[in-house]
């Protein structure tokens, strides 16, 4: 329980840091890290919630592992259009 | 373990605070990769041992990969100071963004209702392991639109076209790590995919290590890149996503249920259509890497 607990702190700090560097950052790449970290503070909380006396929930875990695929082509894409930015401005 | 558990806990904040407020990139994207793999840990000691193998491989290591690759191509803004009242604003608004959401998770009853049905359905699911029973059975639909999603990052990327990362070859070492860890890579793979049907392991941590392995091959110069290999991973990244729709017609056909898989058959609809995945994922994350275009 306690354990469980410790985790949840983490998942809400997670939350909280990424929000706040998302909120003061205006550098393109510590944005997207910062989206990454909010992603993996918000599964943590998640994957607490569905802890249960039967183990961990099958279904929040299967939606935890769409998540970070579809986070990982996201933030492929959010580089290449940042790199692109970048770009445009040099020229 | 209570003890281990919350220095774990703690140790994922500390790096992620180093990750996002570091000054140096290449320091904040390797404060990522360490954080990256505490969660693993974590989620391990959460009972999600599929889940923290994925963020392990693909949250961690191919998404630090795509960071590092970035961190020198893309410019670092101009330091402006921003005012006071911004801080503040920011500050108040995440801690009350993030309490709400730690207060709703400790006072909120979740009645389990999944569990019950998972295990209700999984003898005829066909595999063992009810996270694998979820992704390619009882929710087939949200995996294969997920494959879809991943396909339409490869077309923006495809339509943006950045440059592609410059190889300068590694020193003597890189062969013999070479020969050793690419052929363990394959074999883990495979190992990962079939195993995904009765303990932790899947299509998607398996691409992510065949993408590893291929990356690191890539990265150290030893291989002269082929000329139609990008048109041939495209058209590797295209089958997963083909044969799971080919898939879901196919069921639709025999059975009348969109991906429902006919009776008795099941394991051999999720193997195929977890082998296909497992090639196709690995195509598509390497050319979400090494960019899916040559840039004229």
């Given at each position: 329980m306690i354990s469980d607990f410790a985790f949840l702190i983490s998942g809400a700090g997670l939350i909280c840091l990424a929000l706040f560097r998302l909120a003061t950052s205006a550098d393109l790449l510590m944005r997207v890290l910062g989206l990454n970290v909010l992603a993996i503070g918000i599964a943590m909380v998640l994957l607490v919630s569905a802890r249960g006396a039967e183990g961990t929930d099958a279904v929040p875990q299967a939606f935890t592992l769409t998540g970070i695929v579809v986070l990982v082509g996201v933030t492929a894409a959010l580089l290449a259009l940042a790199e692109r930015v970048a770009e445009a401005r040099d020229e | 373990m209570m003890l281990f558990d919350s220095v774990i806990a703690a140790a994922c904040l500390g790096a992620a605070a180093m990750a996002l407020f570091a000054r140096d990139r290449i320091a904040a994207v390797a404060a990522f990769l360490v954080m990256g793999l505490l969660v693993a840990l974590s989620w391990l000691r959460l009972g999600a041992p599929d889940v923290a193998l994925a963020e392990a491989a693909i949250g961690a290591g191919l998404t630090g990969a795509l960071l590092l690759r970035s961190a020198r191509r893309v410019p670092k803004a101009s330091a402006k100071a921003l005012p006071p009242a911004q801080w503040l604003g920011a500050a108040l608004l995440s801690l009350a963004v993030s309490g709400a959401i730690l207060w709703t998770a400790l006072i909120v009853e979740t009645a389990a209702i999944y569990p019950a049905l998972v295990n209700e359905a999984l003898p005829e699911?066909?595999?063992?392991n009810p996270v694998t029973a979820v992704l390619?059975?009882?929710?087939a639909w949200d995996t294969l639109l997920e494959i879809a999603v991943l396909f339409a990052a490869l077309a923006v990327i495809a339509v943006v076209k950045p440059v592609h990362p410059r190889i300068a070859p590694l020193g003597p070492m890189m062969l013999p790590f070479a020969r050793v860890v690419l052929p363990l890579t394959i074999f883990l793979a495979g190992h990962l995919l079939w195993q995904g049907g009765h303990a932790p392991g899947g299509a998607f941590q398996a691409g992510a290590i065949l993408a590893g392995g291929a990356i690191a091959l890539g990265l150290s110069g030893m291989v002269r890149p082929i000329r139609w290999g990008r048109a041939a991973l495209a058209g590797l990244a295209i089958l997963g996503l083909g044969a799971f729709v080919v898939a879901a017609l196919a069921a639709e056909l025999l059975t009348?249920?969109?991906?429902?898989?006919?009776a008795g058959a099941a394991k051999a609809w999720i193997l195929a259509i977890e082998s296909a995945l497992t090639l196709s994922i690995a195509a598509t994350l390497l050319l979400l890497f090494i960019g899916p275009a040559e840039r004229h």
């Open positions: - | 699911s066909g595999v063992e390619l059975n009882f929710r009348g249920a969109l991906l429902g898989y006919p």
